[in-house]
C-alpha cells in the first residue's frame, strides 16, 4: 500500500496499477478481516484508488484533459472490480458506476456506457435509476446517429438495441416521464421505417392506453394518424380518428395544451376524405362523391371549407343528372348561410348549365330561386321567358308578375310589362293585360307606343 501510495504522488498512475495486479493481496476478500493493521491498510488503499479517479475526472471536466480521463477510467474500473465486487457496505455501485458510464460516453464508448447504465437502471437504486435510464437511451442514440442509414427499411441492430433498452426502462419506472419519452421515441424511431410502422402504430396505441392524460400520448396519437394517413394499408383512418376522439383523458389533456391534435385530427379528417372523395369522382361515382361533399360541409365549422364543400356537392350532384339533389343542396346552403354570394354564383352556374345542356324545367327552377332568394331580377325574367318557351304561358305569367310586384323599381320593368302585356292579351286576360300595358307605357318611347 505504501508502494502504491508512493507511485500516485509521484503521478505514476499507471505503475500504481501495475503493482496492484502483480501483487499477491486478495483485494476482495481483505474487507473486514478483523486484522486492524490490514483493514487500515485496505482502507487507505482503496480511498487512494478512489480519489485518485475522481480527481482525474474532475481535472478532465474543468480542463477537458483526455489523459486525465483515460486515467479515470482505470481506476473507476479498478474500484469497482477489486474492492466492491464481493462487499458494499456504503453501496457506492451504482454511484461508481454512473460516473465511468460518463467517463466512458467522453470517451466515445457509447456501448460500454450504455451497459453501464442498464446495469444501474435494473438495480432500481432510487438515486440513480431515473437518470441512469435516461443517459443509457441517450448513448445509445449517439451510437444510432454513427451507423444511421437512410436506405435501410428496416431498423438496424443497434437501434434495435436502443428498443430494448426503452422496454428496460419501462419496465423498471413504468410511471415516470422518462419512460413515456422512451416509449415514445421509440415509437417514433420505428415509424421511420416501412417495415416497422405497423410496430410503431402498436406501441403509439399502448402508450395511448396507457397514459392518455399526457403529453407524449398527444404526439403519439398525431405519430399512428400519420401513419394511417401515409399508408391506408395500415388502418382505416376514421376508425382511428374516432377511437382517439372518444378517448375523454386523452382530449381532455390535448386541450389543456391548445387542443393541438383536435384540430390536426379536424383537417385530416378533411384531407381523408377529400382523397376518398376524389377517387370516387376519379371512379366517375358522382353522386357518391357528392353525399361526400354534403357530409364535409355538415361536419365542418369552417364557413369557407363547408361552401367550397357544397359547391363542390352541388357540381358533383350535376354530373350525376340529379337536379331534385341540386335544389335541396342549394335551399340547405342559403338556409344555413342565407345571402351567401358563393350560394349565389353558384346558383347562377347550376341554372346556365341546366340550360345550356337542354334541361329547361330545372334551369328555370334555378332561375326562380335566384330572383326569389338572392332577390335577382334579371334571374326571374329569364325564368318567366324560359317557362313562356316551353309553353307554360301560366308560369311565365306568374314569373314576371312576381318581378313587377318585388321590383317595382328594377330597369328591366317596362320590358317584363310589356311582356307580360302581351302574353296576357294572347290569352284573353284583358284586365290584367290593360294593367301590365299602363306600366309599360309608363317607360320611354318604345314601350309607350306599344
Given at each position: 500500500v505504501k508502494l502504491v501510495d508512493l507511485d500516485l504522488r509521484r503521478?505514476?498512475?499507471?505503475?500504481?496499477?501495475?503493482?496492484?495486479?502483480?501483487?499477491?493481496?486478495?483485494?476482495?476478500?481483505?474487507?473486514?478481516?478483523?486484522?486492524?493493521?490490514?483493514?487500515?491498510?485496505?482502507?487507505?488503499?482503496?480511498?487512494?484508488?478512489?480519489?485518485?479517479?475522481?480527481?482525474?475526472?474532475?481535472?478532465?471536466?474543468?480542463?477537458?484533459?483526455?489523459?486525465?480521463?483515460?486515467?479515470?477510467?482505470?481506476?473507476?474500473?479498478?474500484?469497482?472490480?477489486?474492492?466492491?465486487?464481493?462487499?458494499?457496505?456504503?453501496?457506492?455501485?451504482?454511484?461508481?458506476?454512473?460516473?465511468?458510464?460518463?467517463?466512458?460516453?467522453?470517451?466515445?464508448?457509447?456501448?460500454?456506457?450504455?451497459?453501464?447504465?442498464?446495469?444501474?437502471?435494473?438495480?432500481?437504486?432510487?438515486?440513480?435509476?431515473?437518470?441512469?435510464?435516461?443517459?443509457?437511451?441517450?448513448?445509445?442514440?449517439?451510437?444510432?446517429?454513427?451507423?444511421?442509414?437512410?436506405?435501410?427499411?428496416?431498423?438496424?441492430?443497434?437501434?434495435?438495441?436502443?428498443?430494448?433498452?426503452?422496454?428496460?426502462?419501462?419496465?423498471?419506472?413504468?410511471?415516470?416521464?422518462?419512460?413515456?419519452?422512451?416509449?415514445?421515441?421509440?415509437?417514433?424511431?420505428?415509424?421511420?421505417?416501412?417495415?416497422?410502422?405497423?410496430?410503431?402504430?402498436?406501441?403509439?396505441?399502448?402508450?395511448?392506453?396507457?397514459?392518455?392524460?399526457?403529453?407524449?400520448?398527444?404526439?403519439?396519437?398525431?405519430?399512428?394518424?400519420?401513419?394511417?394517413?401515409?399508408?391506408?394499408?395500415?388502418?382505416?383512418?376514421?376508425?382511428?380518428?374516432?377511437?382517439?376522439?372518444?378517448?375523454?383523458?386523452?382530449?381532455?389533456?390535448?386541450?389543456?395544451?391548445?387542443?393541438?391534435?383536435?384540430?390536426?385530427?379536424?383537417?385530416?379528417?378533411?384531407?381523408?376524405?377529400?382523397?376518398?372523395?376524389?377517387?370516387?369522382?376519379?371512379?366517375?361515382?358522382?353522386?357518391?362523391?357528392?353525399?361526400?361533399?354534403?357530409?364535409?360541409?355538415?361536419?365542418?365549422?369552417?364557413?369557407?371549407?363547408?361552401?367550397?364543400?357544397?359547391?363542390?356537392?352541388?357540381?358533383?350532384?350535376?354530373?350525376?343528372?340529379?337536379?331534385?339533389?341540386?335544389?335541396?343542396v342549394i335551399q340547405g346552403w342559403m338556409k344555413r348561410y342565407p345571402?351567401?354570394?358563393?350560394?349565389?354564383?353558384?346558383?347562377?352556374?347550376?341554372?346556365?348549365?341546366?340550360?345550356?345542356?337542354?334541361?329547361?324545367?330545372?334551369?328555370?327552377?334555378?332561375?326562380?330561386?335566384?330572383?326569389?332568394?338572392?332577390?335577382?331580377?334579371?334571374?326571374?325574367?329569364?325564368?318567366?321567358?324560359?317557362?313562356?318557351?316551353?309553353?307554360?304561358?301560366?308560369?311565365?305569367?306568374?314569373?314576371?308578375?312576381?318581378?313587377?310586384?318585388?321590383?317595382?323599381?328594377?330597369?328591366?320593368?317596362?320590358?317584363?310589362?310589356?311582356?307580360?302585356?302581351?302574353?296576357?292579351?294572347?290569352?284573353?286576360?284583358?284586365?290584367?293585360?290593360?294593367?301590365?300595358?299602363?306600366?309599360?307605357?309608363?317607360?320611354?318611347?318604345?314601350?309607350?307606343?306599344?
Amino acid at each position: 500500500v505504501k508502494l502504491v501510495d508512493l507511485d500516485l504522488r509521484r503521478g505514476h498512475t499507471g505503475i500504481a496499477l501495475q503493482r496492484l495486479a502483480k501483487s499477491k493481496m486478495d483485494l476482495k476478500s481483505r474487507s473486514g478481516d478483523g486484522d486492524s493493521e490490514t483493514e487500515l491498510a485496505y482502507r487507505n488503499l482503496k480511498a487512494m484508488i478512489r480519489r485518485t479517479a475522481t480527481e482525474n475526472h474532475q481535472r478532465h471536466r474543468k480542463r477537458s484533459d483526455m489523459a486525465a480521463l483515460g486515467i479515470a477510467e482505470s481506476y473507476y474500473q479498478t474500484y469497482l472490480s477489486s474492492f466492491l465486487v464481493n462487499a458494499d457496505p456504503r453501496n457506492e455501485s451504482p454511484e461508481i458506476q454512473m460516473l465511468l458510464a460518463e467517463v466512458k460516453r467522453d470517451l466515445g464508448k457509447s456501448k460500454e456506457a450504455g451497459a453501464l447504465y442498464r446495469r444501474v437502471l435494473e438495480g432500481k437504486d432510487a438515486r440513480y435509476a431515473k437518470e441512469a435510464g435516461a443517459l443509457w437511451t441517450a448513448s445509445l442514440a449517439e451510437a444510432m446517429k454513427k451507423t444511421a442509414s437512410h436506405k435501410a427499411t428496416e431498423p438496424s441492430s443497434i437501434e434495435r438495441a436502443y428498443i430494448e433498452a426503452t422496454d428496460h426502462l419501462i419496465h423498471s419506472l413504468p410511471e415516470t416521464q422518462q419512460a413515456r419519452e422512451a416509449a415514445l421515441r421509440a415509437a417514433q424511431l420505428l415509424a421511420a421505417y416501412p417495415a416497422s410502422r405497423s410496430e410503431a402504430i402498436t406501441r403509439s396505441r399502448k402508450l395511448i392506453d396507457t397514459h392518455p392524460a399526457t403529453s407524449q400520448a398527444v404526439t403519439a396519437a398525431k405519430l399512428w394518424l400519420q401513419l394511417i394517413t401515409d399508408d391506408p394499408n395500415l388502418g382505416n383512418f376514421e376508425s382511428a380518428a374516432a377511437t382517439i376522439s372518444q378517448n375523454a383523458p386523452l382530449m381532455r389533456g390535448d386541450s389543456k395544451s391548445g387542443g393541438k391534435l383536435k384540430v390536426w385530427i379536424q383537417d385530416l379528417t378533411t384531407k381523408a376524405r377529400l382523397g376518398q372523395i376524389a377517387r370516387e369522382e376519379k371512379g366517375e361515382d358522382f353522386g357518391r362523391a357528392a353525399q361526400g361533399y354534403e357530409q364535409l360541409a355538415r361536419d365542418s365549422a369552417d364557413r369557407e371549407i363547408a361552401e367550397k364543400a357544397l359547391a363542390n356537392a352541388v357540381g358533383a350532384y350535376l354530373k350525376d343528372g340529379d337536379s331534385d339533389a341540386v335544389a335541396r343542396v342549394i335551399q340547405g346552403w342559403m338556409k344555413r348561410y342565407p345571402r351567401s354570394a358563393k350560394a349565389v354564383d353558384s346558383v347562377r352556374s347550376v341554372a346556365t348549365f341546366q340550360l345550356i345542356k337542354g334541361d329547361f324545367v330545372a334551369s328555370a327552377k334555378s332561375f326562380e330561386f335566384l330572383g326569389v332568394e338572392a332577390q335577382d331580377p334579371d334571374a326571374l325574367e329569364t325564368a318567366g321567358r324560359i317557362a313562356d318557351a316551353l309553353g307554360d304561358s301560366r308560369q311565365a305569367m306568374a314569373h314576371w308578375v312576381k318581378y313587377l310586384e318585388t321590383f317595382g323599381k328594377a330597369s328591366g320593368r317596362f320590358r317584363v310589362a310589356l311582356r307580360l302585356a302581351r302574353l296576357q292579351d294572347a290569352k284573353r286576360l284583358d284586365s290584367e293585360a290593360s294593367s301590365a300595358y299602363r306600366i309599360c307605357a309608363q317607360g320611354e318611347s318604345p314601350f309607350e307606343a306599344e
